[in-house]
């Protein structure tokens, strides 16, 4: 089941430009700086009520979102949303037509499980989807629900 917006992704070609429209200008608050080696690039968290927005910044011109500034320029990258159980709800949009970009979910961001689906299938956007650590969810003293 889809929980809620948990971020929307911007790649950016200047982080300090970035930080000073979203940060400084907007009054967003920067929560984490993550760097993401299996990603390429590295991720400024910056809270937006209950969500966030992910600055993206590539640290390998073969990244991904290298490749994606240099074909469409700065901007949207993706739309993440948190869901309670990945593997069920990739089987669900699986079987709506979505088609995911791997065949499993990985590690991303923050620790959560991730998962993309390709544009074509979503009318347009980067989907991704994404799963709270077990500690995110259930919270301190909880027993787990045997989710990474």
Do not use: W
């Not at 967003?28 to 400024?44: C, F, V």
């Not at 699986?94 to 390709?118: C, I, M, N, Q, W």
Request: charged letters at 25%; glycine letters at 10%.
């Amino acid at each position: 089941m889809i929980k809620k917006i948990d971020h929307l992704g911007i790649a950016v070609l200047d982080p300090a430009r970035g930080l000073a429209i979203f940060s400084e200008a907007l009054g967003l608050r920067l929560e984490q700086i993550e760097d993401i080696p299996s990603q390429k690039l590295r991720s400024y968290h910056l809270r937006a009520g209950e969500s966030h927005l992910e600055l993206l910044f590539p640290t390998d011109p073969e990244s991904t979102v290298a490749k994606f500034i240099e074909k469409k320029g700065a901007g949207f990258h993706h739309l993440a949303l948190e869901v309670d159980d990945i593997e069920e709800e990739r089987d669900r949009l699986t079987a709506a037509g979505f088609e995911p970009l791997s065949p499993e979910p990985f590690l991303g961001a923050g620790g959560k499980k991730v998962l993309f689906f390709h544009p074509r299938t979503t009318g347009g956007v980067l989907l991704e989807i994404c799963q709270a650590r077990s500690a995110d969810v259930e919270g301190p003293g909880s027993k787990g629900n045997g989710h990474a």
